[in-house]
T-cell receptor, first 115, second 110 residues
Framework: DTAVSQTPKYLVTQMGNDKSIKCEQN?????MYWYKQDSKKFLKIMFS???????INETVPNRFSPKSPDKAHLNLHINSLELGDSAVYFC??????????????FGPGTRLTVT | DAKTTQPNSMESNEEEPVHLPCNHS???????IHWYRQLPSQGPEYVIH???SNVNNRMASLAIAEDRKSSTLILHRATLRDAAVYYC???????????FGGGTRLMVKP
Protein backbone atom coordinates (compact mmCIF):
# COMPACT_ATOMS: atom_id res chain seq x y z
CA ASP A 1 0.00 0.00 0.00
CA THR A 2 1.23 3.50 -0.84
CA ALA A 3 1.94 5.46 2.34
CA VAL A 4 1.45 8.95 0.90
CA SER A 5 -0.46 9.26 -2.34
CA GLN A 6 -1.24 12.25 -4.52
CA THR A 7 -3.65 12.79 -7.38
CA PRO A 8 -3.30 13.66 -10.12
CA LYS A 9 0.27 12.78 -11.04
CA TYR A 10 0.23 15.25 -13.92
CA LEU A 11 -1.90 18.36 -14.31
CA VAL A 12 -1.86 20.63 -17.35
CA THR A 13 -4.06 23.69 -17.27
CA GLN A 14 -4.35 27.23 -18.53
CA MET A 15 -3.58 30.48 -16.79
CA GLY A 16 -6.42 31.82 -14.71
CA ASN A 17 -7.96 28.44 -13.94
CA ASP A 18 -8.55 27.05 -10.45
CA LYS A 19 -7.26 23.56 -9.66
CA SER A 20 -6.86 21.21 -6.74
CA ILE A 21 -4.32 18.54 -5.86
CA LYS A 22 -5.31 15.82 -3.44
CA CYS A 23 -3.12 14.10 -0.87
CA GLU A 24 -3.85 11.15 1.35
CA GLN A 25 -1.68 9.36 3.89
CA ASN A 26 -2.49 5.99 5.46
CA UNK A 27 0.26 6.14 8.08
CA UNK A 28 -1.88 7.56 10.87
CA UNK A 29 0.32 10.65 11.06
CA UNK A 30 -0.85 13.85 12.70
CA UNK A 31 1.07 16.33 10.59
CA MET A 32 0.99 16.93 6.85
CA TYR A 33 2.86 19.30 4.55
CA TRP A 34 2.95 20.74 1.06
CA TYR A 35 6.25 21.45 -0.70
CA LYS A 36 6.98 23.02 -4.08
CA GLN A 37 9.94 22.03 -6.27
CA ASP A 38 10.64 24.52 -9.03
CA SER A 39 12.46 24.04 -12.33
CA LYS A 40 15.82 24.56 -10.64
CA LYS A 41 15.00 21.62 -8.37
CA PHE A 42 14.86 23.64 -5.16
CA LEU A 43 12.33 22.25 -2.70
CA LYS A 44 10.48 24.80 -0.59
CA ILE A 45 8.00 24.26 2.20
CA MET A 46 4.61 25.83 1.62
CA PHE A 47 2.39 24.71 4.48
CA SER A 48 2.33 22.55 7.55
CA UNK A 49 -0.95 21.28 9.00
CA UNK A 50 -1.15 19.61 12.39
CA UNK A 51 -4.43 18.48 13.92
CA UNK A 52 -6.40 21.24 12.27
CA UNK A 53 -3.81 23.90 13.00
CA UNK A 54 -2.48 25.45 9.85
CA UNK A 55 0.99 26.96 9.77
CA ILE A 56 1.32 29.21 6.77
CA ASN A 57 4.61 30.01 5.11
CA GLU A 58 4.39 33.72 4.58
CA THR A 59 6.05 33.60 1.19
CA VAL A 60 3.16 31.62 -0.27
CA PRO A 61 0.60 33.74 -2.20
CA ASN A 62 -2.90 33.63 -0.79
CA ARG A 63 -4.06 32.07 -4.08
CA PHE A 64 -2.84 28.84 -2.50
CA SER A 65 -5.10 27.39 0.17
CA PRO A 66 -4.72 24.01 1.87
CA LYS A 67 -7.84 22.21 3.01
CA SER A 68 -7.89 19.29 5.42
CA PRO A 69 -11.20 17.41 5.60
CA ASP A 70 -9.68 14.99 8.10
CA LYS A 71 -6.34 13.98 9.56
CA ALA A 72 -5.50 11.67 6.65
CA HIS A 73 -6.07 14.21 3.88
CA LEU A 74 -4.53 17.55 2.98
CA ASN A 75 -5.60 18.99 -0.34
CA LEU A 76 -4.07 21.99 -2.06
CA HIS A 77 -6.33 24.38 -3.91
CA ILE A 78 -4.85 26.97 -6.24
CA ASN A 79 -6.85 29.91 -7.57
CA SER A 80 -6.09 31.98 -10.65
CA LEU A 81 -3.15 29.89 -11.79
CA GLU A 82 -0.10 31.71 -13.12
CA LEU A 83 2.78 30.55 -15.30
CA GLY A 84 5.11 30.72 -12.31
CA ASP A 85 3.04 28.13 -10.49
CA SER A 86 4.38 25.45 -12.83
CA ALA A 87 6.35 23.09 -10.63
CA VAL A 88 6.24 19.72 -8.94
CA TYR A 89 4.20 19.74 -5.74
CA PHE A 90 4.96 17.20 -3.02
CA CYS A 91 2.80 16.25 -0.11
CA UNK A 92 4.43 14.80 3.01
CA UNK A 93 3.45 13.61 6.46
CA UNK A 94 5.14 12.96 9.79
CA UNK A 95 4.28 11.40 13.10
CA UNK A 96 5.31 14.38 15.15
CA UNK A 97 5.39 18.11 14.87
CA UNK A 98 8.23 20.17 16.23
CA UNK A 99 11.91 19.16 16.14
CA UNK A 100 11.23 15.45 15.92
CA UNK A 101 9.14 15.94 12.80
CA UNK A 102 12.21 15.71 10.60
CA UNK A 103 11.34 12.16 9.60
CA UNK A 104 8.82 12.94 6.91
CA UNK A 105 7.31 10.67 4.29
CA PHE A 106 6.81 12.18 0.86
CA GLY A 107 4.33 11.43 -1.87
CA PRO A 108 5.34 10.85 -5.49
CA GLY A 109 4.61 14.43 -6.53
CA THR A 110 2.21 16.20 -8.87
CA ARG A 111 3.71 17.90 -11.88
CA LEU A 112 1.68 21.03 -12.59
CA THR A 113 2.12 22.77 -15.93
CA VAL A 114 0.40 26.09 -16.51
CA THR A 115 0.16 27.23 -20.13
CA ASP B 1 17.23 28.50 10.36
CA ALA B 2 20.90 27.56 10.29
CA LYS B 3 22.25 26.88 6.80
CA THR B 4 24.12 23.89 5.44
CA THR B 5 26.83 23.70 2.79
CA GLN B 6 27.33 20.64 0.63
CA PRO B 7 29.40 19.92 -2.49
CA ASN B 8 27.36 20.18 -5.65
CA SER B 9 28.29 16.72 -6.87
CA MET B 10 30.33 13.63 -6.05
CA GLU B 11 31.22 10.43 -7.87
CA SER B 12 31.64 6.98 -6.51
CA ASN B 13 32.30 3.51 -7.84
CA GLU B 14 29.76 0.80 -7.26
CA GLU B 15 30.30 -1.27 -4.10
CA GLU B 16 32.70 1.27 -2.62
CA PRO B 17 31.94 3.38 0.48
CA VAL B 18 30.78 6.95 -0.03
CA HIS B 19 31.29 9.80 2.41
CA LEU B 20 29.01 12.77 1.79
CA PRO B 21 30.07 15.85 3.78
CA CYS B 22 27.92 18.65 5.15
CA ASN B 23 29.02 21.82 6.90
CA HIS B 24 26.68 23.57 9.31
CA SER B 25 28.90 25.94 11.26
CA UNK B 26 25.98 28.02 12.60
CA UNK B 27 24.08 25.05 14.02
CA UNK B 28 22.41 25.70 17.37
CA UNK B 29 22.43 23.33 20.30
CA UNK B 30 18.91 22.06 19.67
CA UNK B 31 19.09 21.64 15.89
CA UNK B 32 18.72 18.10 14.58
CA ILE B 33 20.69 17.02 11.51
CA HIS B 34 18.61 15.21 8.92
CA TRP B 35 19.58 13.60 5.64
CA TYR B 36 17.21 12.99 2.79
CA ARG B 37 17.75 11.79 -0.74
CA GLN B 38 15.77 12.25 -3.91
CA LEU B 39 15.97 9.73 -6.69
CA PRO B 40 15.10 10.91 -10.19
CA SER B 41 11.40 11.66 -10.66
CA GLN B 42 10.56 10.68 -7.09
CA GLY B 43 9.75 12.44 -3.86
CA PRO B 44 12.42 12.93 -1.20
CA GLU B 45 13.15 9.91 0.98
CA TYR B 46 14.22 10.07 4.61
CA VAL B 47 17.66 8.55 5.19
CA ILE B 48 18.78 9.24 8.74
CA HIS B 49 18.93 11.89 11.44
CA UNK B 50 20.88 12.64 14.60
CA UNK B 51 21.55 15.23 17.27
CA UNK B 52 24.95 14.66 18.83
CA SER B 53 25.91 11.00 18.65
CA ASN B 54 26.72 8.98 15.56
CA VAL B 55 23.77 7.03 14.22
CA ASN B 56 23.41 3.87 12.18
CA ASN B 57 20.43 2.42 10.37
CA ARG B 58 19.83 -0.02 7.55
CA MET B 59 20.40 2.64 4.90
CA ALA B 60 23.41 4.57 6.13
CA SER B 61 25.51 5.89 8.98
CA LEU B 62 25.69 9.46 10.19
CA ALA B 63 28.92 10.72 11.71
CA ILE B 64 28.58 13.99 13.60
CA ALA B 65 31.63 16.06 14.49
CA GLU B 66 32.24 16.67 18.17
CA ASP B 67 31.57 20.41 17.77
CA ARG B 68 28.53 19.59 15.58
CA LYS B 69 29.65 22.03 12.93
CA SER B 70 29.84 19.32 10.32
CA SER B 71 28.51 15.87 9.63
CA THR B 72 29.10 13.07 7.14
CA LEU B 73 26.62 10.67 5.64
CA ILE B 74 28.26 7.32 4.99
CA LEU B 75 26.92 4.82 2.49
CA HIS B 76 28.89 1.67 3.23
CA ARG B 77 28.59 0.09 -0.22
CA ALA B 78 27.24 2.28 -2.98
CA THR B 79 24.90 0.70 -5.48
CA LEU B 80 23.56 2.11 -8.72
CA ARG B 81 20.27 2.65 -6.93
CA ASP B 82 22.00 5.08 -4.57
CA ALA B 83 22.47 7.60 -7.38
CA ALA B 84 20.41 10.55 -6.18
CA VAL B 85 20.57 14.07 -4.78
CA TYR B 86 21.41 13.96 -1.07
CA TYR B 87 20.22 16.77 1.17
CA CYS B 88 21.59 17.69 4.57
CA UNK B 89 18.96 19.62 6.55
CA UNK B 90 18.79 21.16 10.00
CA UNK B 91 15.50 21.29 11.91
CA UNK B 92 15.13 23.79 14.69
CA UNK B 93 13.44 23.28 17.99
CA UNK B 94 10.76 25.76 17.03
CA UNK B 95 9.70 24.48 13.68
CA UNK B 96 8.75 21.36 11.82
CA UNK B 97 9.29 22.38 8.25
CA UNK B 98 12.24 21.08 6.27
CA UNK B 99 14.33 23.66 4.42
CA PHE B 100 16.09 22.02 1.50
CA GLY B 101 19.29 23.45 0.03
CA GLY B 102 20.93 22.48 -3.23
CA GLY B 103 22.12 19.08 -2.03
CA THR B 104 24.88 16.85 -3.43
CA ARG B 105 24.25 14.94 -6.62
CA LEU B 106 25.83 11.51 -6.17
CA MET B 107 26.77 9.64 -9.30
CA VAL B 108 27.60 5.95 -8.99
CA LYS B 109 29.70 4.32 -11.68
CA PRO B 110 29.43 0.61 -12.38
Amino acid sequence: DTAVSQTPKYLVTQMGNDKSIKCEQNLGHDTMYWYKQDSKKFLKIMFSYNNKELIINETVPNRFSPKSPDKAHLNLHINSLELGDSAVYFCASSVYSGPLSGEQYFGPGTRLTVT
Amino acid sequence: DAKTTQPNSMESNEEEPVHLPCNHSTISGTDYIHWYRQLPSQGPEYVIHGLTSNVNNRMASLAIAEDRKSSTLILHRATLRDAAVYYCILTSNAGNMLTFGGGTRLMVKP
